[in-house]
T-cell receptor
Framework: KAGVTQTPRYLIKTRGQQVTLSCSPI?????VSWYQQTPGQGLQFLFE???????NKGNFPGRFSGRQFSNSRSEMNVSTLELGDSALYLC?????????????FGPGTRLTVL | DQQVKQNSPSLSVQEGRISILNCDYT??????FLWYKKYPAEGPTFLIS?????DKNEDGRFTVFLNKSAKHLSLHIVPSQPGDSAVYFC??????????FGTGTRLTVIP
């Protein structure tokens, strides 16, 4: 069974631009969560989607948004990029939403904002 | 505000010895705790978990201990192997699915 895939793997943007990252969950998984990893903060939860609905949201500004499609694939968008948005963005999928559902992580997209 | 903390950014251990990675949390609503392992250029992979109703869970060389009164958990790896060298994240959950992660501890096992 294929794992979680994320595209692109690396991305360089400049301040003020916007970016869209894509995540394809493991086949049959319906929940997708997004995390931001930075050296000082570790992994921080962005949001979770389940059945095309945002189920949970972390403490990030409205410039960060996401969506999920009927095939469970998910995208996240960051508008008006800032230098501080440079990070590794990880998505994770699980069979169902809710606690105790093991999350499987993709390799991440490394975003650099210049 | 960091609800899950790993105060040791790095740890070096000789092969064959015990590795002890520590984690503290502040939110008493957390009811499920996990450890993830991360190699460079890969996403975190699940290692072991423990429910708040238990104080110990063991899986092969890996044991997680939970001390709820101290809001502290630890991961013991015995014996440590060079392949265990990675960054280890502890994480905690409430009823929702989102995980609160610590900042990670880089473990280096010296052959």
């Amino acid at each position: 069974k294929a794992g979680v895939t994320q595209t692109p793997r690396y991305l360089i943007k400049t301040r003020g631009q916007q970016v869209t990252l894509s995540c394809s969950p493991i086949s049959g998984h319906r929940s997708v969560s997004w995390y931001q990893q930075t050296p000082g903060q570790g992994l921080q939860f962005l949001f979770e989607y389940f059945s095309e609905t945002q189920r949970n949201k972390g403490n990030f500004p409205g410039r960060f948004s996401g969506r999920q499609f009927s095939n469970s694939r998910s995208e996240m968008n960051v508008s008006t990029l800032e230098l501080g948005d440079s990070a590794l963005y990880l998505c994770a999928s699980s069979l169902q939403a809710g606690s105790y559902n093991e999350q499987f992580f993709g390799p991440g997209t490394r975003l650099t904002v210049l | 505000d960091q609800q899950v903390k790993q105060n040791s950014p790095s740890l070096s251990v000789q092969e064959g010895r015990i590795s002890i990675l520590n984690c503290d949390y502040t939110n008493s609503m957390f009811d499920y705790f996990l450890w993830y392992k991360k190699y460079p250029a890969e996403g975190p992979t699940f290692l072991i978990s423990i429910s708040s109703i238990k104080d110990k869970n063991e899986d092969g060389r890996f044991t997680v201990f939970l001390n709820k009164s101290a809001k502290h958990l630890s991961l013991h790896i015995v014996p440590s192997q060079p392949g265990d060298s990675a960054v280890y994240f502890c994480a905690a959950q409430t009823g929702a699915n989102n995980l609160f992660f610590g900042t990670g501890t880089r473990l280096t096992v010296i052959p």
